[in-house]
Nanobody, 115 residues
Framework: QVQLVESGGGLVQAGGSLRLSCAAS????????MMWYRQAPGAQRELVAAITRSGTTNYADSVKGRFTISRDNAKNTVYLQMNSLKPDDTAVYYC?????????WGQGTQVTVSS
């Protein structure tokens, strides 16, 4: 089992920045990829960014150049640095961790970007 707890969401003006954190506990060594998803009202959940245990990253086109995912394996924590935020970035952001064939989810943290 893996438990994930997100923090760092909030309200920010367009152009501002936020840093999300996700602390993992449980069966940590077997976690491979960690991910950030988001879900806006009335929309499907979408992958924002992913990072493998070795540090390879992948981003949605909509956030490339603005968001950075990073991972501290010693602290079992993954981060999402979000810069140049836009109102379209408003969503609930979820941390996810892939362990073997199972994906575990955090409870989500709200990010609201005002225009």
């Amino acid at each position: 089992q893996v438990q994930l707890v997100e923090s760092g969401g909030g309200l920010v003006q367009a152009g501002g920045s936020l840093r999300l954190s996700c602390a993992a506990s449980g069966s940590i060594p077997s976690i491979s990829t960690m991910m950030w998803y988001r879900q806006a009202p009335g929309a499907q959940r979408e992958l924002v960014a992913a990072i493998t245990r070795s540090g390879t990253t992948n981003y949605a086109d909509s956030v490339k150049g603005r968001f950075t995912i990073s991972r501290d394996n010693a602290k079992n924590t993954v981060y999402l640095q979000m810069n140049s935020l836009k109102p379209d970035d408003t969503a609930v952001y979820y941390c996810a961790a892939k362990r073997l064939v199972t994906t575990y989810w955090g409870q989500g943290t709200q990010v609201t970007v005002s225009s």
